[in-house]
């Protein structure tokens, strides 16, 4: 079976995101460990990790990533910017790894007119000091490509290669990769063709072995515009065929497939965007 999931909402306590997950019928999904546009936030309760452990017993969603803050920042030349944002990883993954997350997902930086070479350095010292501040831990820190708006890194593979290659602990990393962002990056995914030309280039840079999450959004601007605007599942320029060509990929039959499109309270988009995702499955 496909893992398709979203990312779900834990208002009213971490442990409700799997109550959300079950009522649209997921099998991965993807939260927020803690406020995303605040730096500082008390620890998870422990009776919170308890309940987070019996209801992902009870529903069997798994596995599960979150998404670090969109503060975090480890590209920027600012030296005060770059420790909080350290900082601020160490502890995405320390409650990443109280509840078993498979994964943080965060974007890796930007360089703010530094250039290319220098953001990625001050990205990998600062993914290396989070490790060291975060011993033994299982919880992979997946490292996102962009679409590359202003000065953001990670828009190409060989930025993504670049981080994985200056790691101290390699095999703590992995990536995360968004349909959305490779498109607006200008990797094409809408022929078969083109979709196993893009996925050869990531697999020869950076190892399909390294790919352990997808999220799954189509693009609301053209191929190539480094910009990141979301769209429903087959409405936008990606079109639906990328995403089959993605399901029915074996080599990727084990990596969540998440979706992060826009929803609604009642998140009858969330049914509808994994009714047509499942369409696709052969």
């Not at 974007?107 to 990998?124: C, Y």
Request: net charge negative.
């Amino acid at each position: 079976m496909a893992l398709l999931g979203a990312h779900m909402s834990t208002s009213g306590g971490l442990s409700t995101a799997f109550d959300r997950g079950a009522q649209v019928g997921v099998n991965t999904m993807q939260i927020f460990t803690k406020n995303q546009n605040r730096w500082q936030q008390k620890p998870t309760p422990p009776e919170e990790i308890e309940r987070w452990a019996a209801k992902q017993a009870e529903t069997g969603i798994a596995p599960v990533v979150s998404h670090a803050a969109y503060l975090l920042n480890l590209g920027t030349p600012d030296d005060a910017l770059w420790e909080k944002s350290v900082d601020a990883l160490a502890d995405e993954l320390a409650r990443a790894e109280q509840l078993g997350l498979l994964g943080v997902v965060f974007h890796p930086g930007a360089h703010m007119g530094t250039g290319e070479e220098a953001g990625l350095a001050r990205i990998v010292a600062g993914i290396n000091r989070a490790h060291e501040l975060t011993p033994g831990y299982r919880t992979l820190t997946l490292v996102e490509g962009t679409a590359g708006q202003g000065t953001a890194l990670g828009w190409r593979f060989e930025h993504l290669a670049a981080i994985l290659g200056g790691m101290a602990e390699p095999a703590r990393l992995a990536f995360c990769l968004d349909t959305c962002h490779m498109f607006a990056a200008g990797y094409d995914l809408r022929s078969a063709e083109a979709y196993e030309q893009t996925m050869a280039e990531f697999d020869l840079l950076c190892g399909l072995d390294r790919l352990r999450c997808f999220h799954f959004n189509d693009a609301k601007k053209p191929l190539g515009s480094r910009v990141d605007r979301h769209d429903h599942i087959g409405t936008g320029q990606i079109g639906l065929d990328a995403f089959g060509f993605i399901l029915n990929d074996p080599r990727l039959a084990a990596v969540p497939k998440i979706l992060e499109t826009e929803k609604s309270d009642d998140m009858h988009e969330d049914v509808e965007n994994l009714r047509v995702l499942r369409g696709l499955i052969r």
